[in-house]
């Protein structure tokens, strides 16, 4: 079933400027999260994961926040790209012992010029 | 050259045929998975597997089946069965249980008329 949601099937970002996509979850005891990026024709690519022990991560251009208290992920990309733009999807594990991912339906990303 | 493949991008059947799409993956992972998205929507797990020789059915297995023989290889038949199997098909690995980022397949294209 649908655990994980996220909050904007689209979000329009201007180049240059940071993005932030949201997703909700609501089984408080997952315990690891993921975001994906796919696009047009490809396989998802993983971006970032996190662990529900950490609330922040940080890579390349681009930050995961996880806020376990309202069950809240978001991923900040900063100083979005032309090549930036693809469908974003957040996942969880839902239990520690099991190999399965959630997955929301995903956020479409599209960058103005 | 590591990752995971899948073939063929496109595949075309007439309705009432069973068909198999390829998996292979070199990066020695445990876990393997088959996952469904159609237009628009998320990923729907059909099957996984955790280990060579097992496999559990995910959401939507009915009209599916697949085999883990080899630790490289999980191919997934589409039968007869499946009602709507027209759809966009994704494979992925995860190395094991304390390492669950799944990476996925470039996926195949089904088209069944």
């Known amino acids: 079933g649908e655990n994980v949601g996220l909050h904007l099937p689209t979000l329009s970002v201007q180049e240059g400027d940071n993005s932030i996509i949201n997703c909700a979850y609501s089984?408080?005891?997952?315990?690891?999260f993921i975001w994906y990026k796919q696009e047009s024709g490809k396989g998802p690519q993983f971006i970032i994961d996190i662990r529900s022990n950490m609330d922040k991560r940080q890579g390349q251009r681009v930050t995961v926040l996880l806020n376990k208290t309202v069950k809240h992920l978001s991923l900040q990309i900063a100083a979005t790209q032309p090549g930036d733009s693809a469908v974003y999807f957040c996942a969880e594990n839902l239990r520690s012992n099991d190999y399965k991912l959630s997955f929301g339906a995903g956020t479409t990303v599209t960058v103005r010029a | 050259d590591g990752g995971i493949t899948q073939s063929p991008k496109y595949l075309f059947r007439k309705e009432g045929q069973n068909v198999t799409l390829s998996c292979e993956q070199n990066l020695n992972h445990d876990a393997m998975y088959w996952y469904r998205q159609d237009p628009g929507q998320g990923l729907r797990l059909i099957y996984y597997s955790q280990i060579v020789n097992d496999f559990q059915k995910g959401d939507i297995a009915e009209g599916y089946s697949v085999s883990r023989e080899k630790k490289e290889s999980f191919p997934l038949t589409v039968t007869s069965a499946q009602k709507n199997p027209t759809a966009f098909y994704l494979c992925a690995s995860s190395p094991g249980l304390d390492h669950n980022e799944q990476y996925f397949g470039p996926g195949t294209r089904l088209t069944v008329t």
């Open positions: 089984n408080s005891a997952s315990d690891y």
